[in-house]
């Protein structure tokens, strides 16, 4: 029986489009240069060398470290945290189950906590031989560093990092109102129940978090036809859920298929499933995505742009067009997709009792399980078939955008990258940030740097990548953020 991989959804290719509807704030901030002093910027000790942020990045890399096997990654990240002065504190330390914080202050102090998180695993590299460059080589070359995690999530991670090791230099021996830590987990491509649900169930009130900081979308240029040079950088506050079933239908008939049956096990699932996907999908506008439309209106000008500032009103002409992306389609129903349909039977004239098909549907924030199984239900239109929760994610709260983090993110952002606009995003896909949401904590998915479309279509793909320069401008974006929490009256 096939049971559907589970979920690899760090990574976000933010379609320009995607990123067009899913402005709701535009923020106007001043901008005023960055405060980062060249003088601290970027080296740190391992082993007792110094080393640079690009280094400490390939050397990551090369460390193998596929969902399920961290312990040697997460090893060498607690030797690099703790040989620059942060405090460790261990929480699991078995492959599958190897995570830890590094903190600038301990935890037992109990301070509340800022938490940047990020994940030790990556997914495996594919056809080798289909790389241009090894996939766990960690070469530079030309300016770009390779390989497997080189953006998933390993370069994001060496950015929260050199941002921790900095904020505790700057910071050493002041009194703080926030500890600020790095949260390293395992398996979150995989969530098996070693990574983040191990540490929130078991170390909640040890961690103490204000807020959670963990990856989401880049920005990305050219979106807005009229301003090409403008970046936008979405920070996500909310994400669409995972709900897997598995549709199982049992119908004994001849076992020979010289002598077609009138009705199958194959032939009445193939009929529900063309039942199911011949429905229109559909469109459900909610807060979040609405206020993204009227957001996308005010960048329109002329008739497009009114309807899109009055979605309910112009319902009807708005709908067409989001059925036309299916980026767009998901930001606006509950999807669903046939990933796997199976009878275990590889005779030509055998008929099988047996067919399954598998289905990984999305479900928008506040929308209920139940009702959504019975809508499927009652469009298989086959009473004959089951269903089966294979799994099923929690609806998480939508974070707000007027707290104060947010606010320092986006200041952080605006002051770091001149010619840039943020939005607030709900992201289509799911990651360990939406667990903290169940908590009632605050998280917020962002990563700050620019980054040029080619890149995020290698994440979890071949030819893994990301441009060397962008690490020191994410850190110092970072850096300022945590300034900007640490230094509130
Ligand atoms: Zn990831």
Same mark, same amino acid.
């Given at each position: 029986?096939?049971?559907?991989?589970?979920?690899?959804?760090?990574?976000?290719?933010?379609?320009?489009?995607?990123?067009?509807?899913?402005?709701?704030?535009?923020?106007?901030?001043?901008?005023?240069?960055?405060?980062?002093?060249?003088?601290?910027?970027?080296?740190?000790?391992?082993?007792?060398?110094?080393?640079?942020?690009?280094?400490? &990045?390939?050397?990551?890399?090369? !460390?193998? $470290?596929? +969902?399920?096997? #961290?312990?040697?990654?997460?090893?060498? =990240? @607690?030797?690099?945290?703790?040989?620059?002065?942060?405090?460790?504190?261990?929480?699991?330390?078995?492959?599958?189950?190897?995570?830890?914080?590094?903190?600038?202050?301990?935890?037992?102090?109990?301070?509340?906590?800022?938490?940047?998180?990020?994940?030790?695993?990556?997914?495996?590299?594919?056809?080798?031989?289909?790389?241009?460059?090894?996939?766990?080589?960690?070469?530079?070359?030309?300016?770009?560093?390779?390989?497997?995690?080189?953006?998933?999530?390993?370069?994001?991670?060496?950015?929260?990092?050199?941002?921790?090791?900095?904020?505790?230099?700057?910071?050493?021996?002041?009194? &703080?109102?926030?500890?600020?830590? !790095?949260? $390293?987990? +395992?398996?979150? #491509?995989?969530?098996?129940?070693?990574? =983040? @649900?191990?540490?929130?169930?078991?170390?909640?009130?040890?961690?103490?978090?204000?807020?959670?900081?963990?990856?989401?979308?880049?920005?990305?240029?050219?979106?807005?036809?009229?301003?090409?040079?403008?970046?936008?950088?979405?920070?996500?506050?909310?994400?669409?859920?995972?709900?897997?079933?598995?549709?199982?239908?049992?119908?004994?008939?001849?076992?020979?298929?010289?002598?077609?049956?009138?009705?199958?096990?194959?032939?009445?699932?193939?009929?529900?499933?063309?039942?199911?996907?011949?429905?229109?999908?559909?469109?459900?506008?909610?807060?979040?995505?609405?206020?993204?439309?009227?957001?996308?209106?005010?960048?329109?000008?002329?008739?497009?742009?009114?309807?899109?500032?009055?979605?309910?009103?112009?319902?009807?002409?708005?709908?067409?067009?989001?059925?036309?992306?299916?980026?767009?389609?998901?930001?606006?129903?509950?999807?669903?997709?046939?990933?796997?349909?199976?009878?275990?039977?590889?005779?030509?004239?055998?008929?099988?009792?047996?067919?399954?098909?598998?289905?990984?549907?999305?479900?928008?924030?506040?929308?209920?399980?139940?009702?959504?199984?019975?809508?499927?239900?009652?469009?298989?239109?086959?009473?004959?078939?089951?269903?089966?929760?294979?799994?099923?994610?929690?609806?998480?709260?939508?974070?707000?955008?007027?707290?104060?983090?947010?606010?320092?993110?986006?200041?952080?952002?605006?002051?770091?990258?001149?010619?840039?606009?943020?939005?607030?995003?709900?992201?289509?896909?799911?990651?360990?940030?939406?667990?903290?949401?169940?908590?009632?904590?605050?998280?917020?998915?962002?990563?700050?740097?620019?980054?040029?479309?080619?890149?995020?279509?290698?994440?979890?793909?071949?030819?893994?990548?990301?441009?060397?320069?962008?690490?020191?401008?994410?850190?110092?974006?970072?850096?300022?953020?945590?300034?900007?929490?640490?230094?509130?009256?």
């Amino acid at each position: 029986m096939y049971i559907p991989p589970l979920p690899n959804e760090c990574y976000v290719i933010m379609h320009p489009k995607i990123l067009l509807f899913i402005v709701v704030l535009f923020i106007f901030t001043d901008v005023t240069p960055a405060s980062t002093d060249p003088n601290l910027v970027s080296i740190v000790y391992f082993e007792k060398k110094p080393y640079g942020i690009q280094e400490i &990045l390939s050397k990551y890399i090369k !460390i193998q $470290s596929l +969902s399920g096997s #961290e312990s040697e990654a997460g090893k060498f =990240i @607690k030797t690099l945290c703790a040989e620059n002065g942060l405090y460790i504190t261990q929480m699991g330390d078995t492959d599958g189950n190897y995570n830890f914080t590094a903190s600038i202050l301990p935890l037992d102090k109990n301070i509340p906590n800022i938490i940047f998180l990020n994940h030790l695993d990556v997914v495996p590299a594919g056809d080798i031989t289909q790389w241009d460059f090894p996939p766990f080589s960690g070469e530079i070359i030309d300016s770009e560093i390779w390989g497997r995690g080189a953006w998933d999530n390993k370069g994001a991670a060496i950015m929260q990092i050199f941002t921790v090791i900095e904020i505790a230099k700057r910071y050493k021996n002041k009194s &703080l109102k926030y500890n600020v830590s !790095i949260l $390293s987990v +395992s398996c979150e #491509e995989t969530q098996c129940d070693g990574g =983040i @649900k191990y540490v929130l169930d078991n170390f909640l009130e040890t961690l103490n978090p204000a807020v959670v900081i963990g990856e989401g979308p880049p920005a990305l240029k050219g979106i807005i036809k009229n301003k090409p040079e403008l970046s936008l950088f979405g920070i996500s506050v909310a994400q669409k859920r995972a709900l897997w079933l598995r549709l199982k239908l049992e119908l004994k008939t001849n076992g020979h298929s010289s002598v077609t049956p009138l009705t199958y096990a194959n032939k009445e699932m193939v009929v529900a499933l063309n039942n199911l996907f011949e429905k229109k999908t559909k469109i459900i506008f909610n807060d979040l995505n609405i206020d993204l439309l009227k957001q996308f209106g005010t960048l329109n000008k002329g008739f497009s742009g009114f309807f899109l500032k009055h979605p309910k009103l112009f319902k009807g002409l708005i709908t067409p067009k989001l059925r036309e992306d299916p980026l767009l389609l998901a930001l606006f129903s509950n999807t669903i997709t046939l990933t796997s349909l199976s009878d275990d039977n590889n005779r030509i004239n055998a008929i099988p009792n047996i067919v399954t098909a598998v289905l990984d549907c999305r479900l928008l924030p506040g929308e209920s399980t139940d009702k959504f199984l019975k809508i499927l239900q009652r469009s298989l239109s086959n009473k004959n078939i089951t269903i089966e929760i294979l799994k099923e994610m929690k609806d998480g709260p939508i974070s707000s955008n007027s707290t104060n983090f947010y606010k320092h993110l986006e200041s952080a952002i605006l002051t770091n990258y001149k010619h840039s606009k943020t939005a607030t995003v709900l992201l289509p896909s799911s990651n360990d940030i939406s667990l903290f949401r169940q908590y009632g904590i605050p998280g917020y998915s962002s990563i700050p740097v620019q980054i040029d479309r080619k890149y995020l279509e290698c994440i979890h793909n071949l030819n893994e990548r990301i441009p060397s320069n962008i690490l020191d401008k994410g850190k110092d974006t970072y850096v300022n953020f945590i300034e900007l929490c640490l230094d509130e009256a």
